[in-house]
């Protein structure tokens, strides 16, 4: 993204903001990652456990850019408004790879204003922003559309704007964004897929995670013959006389600006049911065939996600599964699919311990956002971990269910290589940062070990239902989850969280052997003072739970060192026996 010069500043809180975040980007950067712990008067420390090659991103906090200053921001121009609706109404035009239309974007003001922040990518035009019929100013800082109204807006009150743009929208990012493609046949294949680099990039909107519409409506026109599958529940086609068919999706539900999505080519359908539940199937018409076996997989996935967390969350909109040019994405209620119709990931043992060929990975992980990720949402990309290190548990939930605990003991622990430890998962806020890869791996690992704390699967079982029926709908940061543990555990689950959130090392076991058996010494090595986590140890079937904290306590044993054992399939920390 570029970088733009000072003199398009909107505004003297923007250049607050932008300076508050440089000097927080500075501090965090300053932070060493080592653990500050006094010495234990014991022999030299332990080699660290060995990780795999860190990408370089992993190591070093980014400074934020200015654009992503104004994305992540929530500033006083977007927090003076709620959203209610959408209606993007948009014609794709793929032989010019041309995007054009409007967002009726609906809101209620919170505070009497004449200002709001909007965004979209400075690549595409704004063709005009109308107010009724009267033409709105505006200002362009990067991504960032600073709208102004002729007189205030007043707070309780409700308002609506309709925002024509027009333009190519850069193919970028991991997945495109908004990629013109040609399937194998030749044929038109446009997806849209801009998780991270943002909605914005691709159409109008207030492009934040923390204010969702209550509703939408999508309207794509495209030229006839081909089929746009996005959002929602498919209300019908219309021939436009122009040589174009509008597509229309309604969405009865509150929706992540990046989840909106188009999946426009020559897709053939096929459906089924569970209960009331509609199960809707786009593909390829070469696919068909392996679709209808390998999509089978959506019935008992559902299944299973619905025992643990109760009802699928967007009934109305029904459940869709769709094909993809790349390997997959939670796109609510329509979710893409390019896992090549294998199981495992893209054909591969993703965990590594011969459990992930039993399950299409992309089907089980991108749909289990349904329950995270979509119904319930992080307000902040800062705490993804609570889409990203809860659907990964759900995969193990679906291994539970579908093959037993000792099973998906054996797949949660297939991600332990994964993990690098390099960043605390919770990166900072308001700034559009985005956590590394260990909130999947090591976000999974720590909700594992909270189990094992809990130490009771009928009491854990409830708490996960709860949290999640107490939450759908929503968005929350990791203070109301950590709350919510709390609260119904009759636990303090804090410094747990705290350590493996928002520190970069996991804690450490220190095991003090003396020279006869019969007596060892125990404590934790953790960044969090009060880290008082019980773990199990001693012999594999008969587990001794103990209570260390970080100061030295000792016990009995019969065992000798290479005896004594931890059960670090139950808990993900680190042993150092001495
Ligand atoms: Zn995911």
Redesign the pocket.
Known sequence: MRYLTLQSLASSFLLLAVGAAVSLSAQTAQQTPSQAVPSTGTAAAPAAMPQPPAKPSDAVVPSPTRAEMLRGAYGPYRANNDLLYYHLDIRVDPEKQLISGKNTIRFRMLQDGTRIQLDLHETLQIDKILYGTTPLKYERDTSAVFVDFPQTLHAGQVYSIDFYYSGHPEETGRFGVMAFKKDTAGRVWINTACEGIGASMWWPNKDQWRDEVENMDISVSIPNGLVDVSNGKFVGKTDLGDGYTRWDWHVHYPINNYDVSLNIGSYVHFSDQLGDLPLDFYVLPEDLDKAKIQFAQAKGMLEAFQHYFGEYPFVKDGYKLIEAPYSGM?HQSAVTYGNLFKNGYLDRDWTGVGISPRFDFIII??SG?EWF?NSITAADQSDMWI??GW?TYLESLYVEYRWGKDDAIKYVNGYKPKVKNLRPIVVERGVNAEPTQDQ?FKGTLMINTLRSVVNDDAKWWRLLHDFYQHFKYQNIMTEDVVTYFNQHTGMNLTPIFDQYLRHTQIPRLELLFGEEPGLVMYKWRADEDRFDMPVRVGTPGQWQIIRPTTQWQWMKTPLTKEQFQVASDLYYVDVNKQ
């Open positions: 939670e992980h991108e956002h990720g889409h990203e659907t999947y």
